[in-house]
């Protein structure tokens, strides 16, 4: 039975964003950046930044520190005002020549990276903050403590409870006036590793039943493919590609997101076509290339044999798979991950081939 609860005055289910289909054509974003530019002092921090987030769809922007993410974040929320381009909420132009709707009137849900709660006031009244007298006489407060799982702890104070339970106080506060989006900036970084991960399935499952359009800052790899339906990988003010988590890992649009996303192995190649000669061997490539070519092929892609050409330098036990750092002669050095126990122990001498999957070419100069 799909579980649903009332939101923005519609009911909402389970069922996923919608698909592009096979017409490859998009439907208008609940959330839509065109040509955003921001600068401060100095170099323009966003450069003609342009997303779209389709209704319920969770979007990842995933980048290292200072490539912008956090101001694209700001600048939807209205924090920032831009400098040019246009952003639409719902239709709705928020942001644009001459246009700055304030942060509060854009109906956003927006949890903060350390939360934001206020220390002397009560949990129930951190959630009410942003609501209107009806709003809090008519129990929408405790109905969305209810919603996050914290259903009668109204009355205590954000001190007395857990890291986990604070951040959902914060996504409480965030959904209670029935925001269009929510947006969430590092959400999870303040928690330690295990609680992370349980309360970041919680939140997943919880965004998900809602069907509330998400756009969520992480520079967490992981975190970026658990929970976006699509990720746009941010590099110095500029989105490097905009895809699915699958399509960015496997079919990386640049060697930079190739190196940023997952580990990778470089290889030199002499591309013919979709087939490329390197040190390990033939290579199958996803693009036709030609020429010299710099081939980037995941670590799960690489197979370990007996032989003479390389050493077993290091092996990294995982239980559920192992990654084996392989050394060749002249210093080049490879991980190879493979699932189940090693074959291979430290100091045993391998060849190292591709299973035959095909990997990324990029020209080189």
Known sequence: MSTTHQLDGHMTGTAGPPSDGDSGHRTAGLITIDSVVKRFDGPDVLRSVSLDAQPREMVALLGPS???KTTLLRSIAGLERIDRGRIDIDGTTVSGPGIHVRPEDRRIGMVFQDWALFPHLSVGANVGYGLGRDDR?????EETLELVGLGGLGDRYPSTLSGGQQQRVALARALAP?????LLDEPFSNLDTNLRI???TEVHRLLTELG???VFVTHDQEE????GDRVAVMNAGVIEQLATPATIYETPASRWVADFVGEANLLEGDAHGHRASTLI??????VARTGAVDVVIRPEHLVLEPGHDAVVELVEYYGHDHVSIVA????RRFRVRATGAPRFERGQSVTVRSDGSPSSGFPVG
Do not use: E, H, I, K
């Open 66 to 68: 200072g490539c912008g």
């Open 137 to 141: 006489r008519s129990g929408r407060v």
């Open 178 to 182: 029935r925001p269009r989006a929510l």
């Open 198 to 200: 349980q309360v970041r």
């Open 212 to 214: 509330v359009t998400t």
């Open 224 to 227: 970026a493919f658990v929970l």
């Open 281 to 286: 061997g033939s290579v199958n490539l996803d």
């Open 328 to 331: 060749y002669p002249d210093g």
